[in-house]
């Protein structure tokens, strides 16, 4: 149980255009969702903090008119990166916790996106 | 600013020793303590998680942890070639539900 998926796995897109990451809880649900960045050699970032039914929370130094984030479901959180650029390719990851447990928290397998 | 500490390595040890991981952090009033492993190109993987301070043992993992002094510590016996990776420590401060805020990583290597 507890597994969290992501897709695309990888992608790569054209400078300009935008891409959109999905984050689902396969088996539980999960009122709250992260998203984390990692570059090479790089530990996590988190980027947001994304609650259902409501307006992610956006760590310091993220655009949140780049990083679009919607959690319209309990077990589905979106992350749409606009109008990409070469330093936007990174390794994003979302985690979830489960809302019917305190502090567990499980990660996705990550989606590695790069842009041309 | 909440931060957590971790020396990037490499750590080198040879199979079959113990390996200690550290990670010191800032917020005196975290309470959940995290450490993942990372392969290269993969997502973290839970390891193990300890709340109380003291030691928490599962199979061959140890982790370790001295609120008063800020630390925790994964201890790695018998050490093996697959057990190269990453090794991130995160922490959560006092909300359950809040993200967690993770170190840069040690990097291990277990030489066969």
């Known amino acids: 149980g507890a597994v969290v998926s992501q897709h695309p796995s990888w992608v790569i897109c054209k400078s300009g255009t935008s891409v959109k990451i999905e984050c689902r809880s396969l088996?539980?649900?999960?009122?709250?969702m992260f998203w984390y960045r990692q570059f090479p050699k790089q530990s996590l970032m988190l980027m947001a903090t994304?609650?259902?039914?409501?307006?992610?929370?956006?760590e310091q130094g993220v655009e949140k008119d780049k990083f679009l984030i919607n959690h319209a479901s309990l077990t589905l959180s979106t992350l749409t990166v606009t109008s990409a650029h070469p330093e936007d390719s990174s390794f994003y990851i979302c985690?979830?916790?489960?809302?019917?447990?305190?502090?567990?928290?499980?990660f996705g397998p990550g989606t590695r996106l790069t842009v041309t | 600013q909440k931060e957590v500490e971790q020396n990037s390595g490499p750590l080198s040890v040879p199979e079959g020793a113990i390996a200690s991981l550290n990670c010191t952090y800032s917020d005196r009033g975290s309470q959940s303590f995290f450490w993942y492993r990372q392969y290269s190109g993969k997502s973290p993987e839970l390891i193990m998680f300890i709340y109380s301070n003291g030691d928490k043992e599962d199979g061959r993992f140890t982790a370790q942890l001295n609120k008063a002094s800020q630390y925790v510590s994964l201890l790695i016996r018998d050490s093996q070639p697959s057990d190269s990776a990453t090794y991130l420590c995160?922490?959560?401060?006092?909300?359950?539900?809040?993200?967690?805020?993770f170190g840069k990583g040690t990097t291990l290597s277990v030489s066969s």
């Open positions: 995160a922490v959560r401060v006092n909300q359950a539900g809040t993200a967690l805020i």
């Open positions: 985690s979830a916790r489960d809302s019917g447990r305190t502090y567990e928290q499980y």
């Open positions: 994304s609650n259902e039914g409501s307006k992610a929370t956006y």
């Open positions: 088996d539980f649900q999960a009122t709250t």
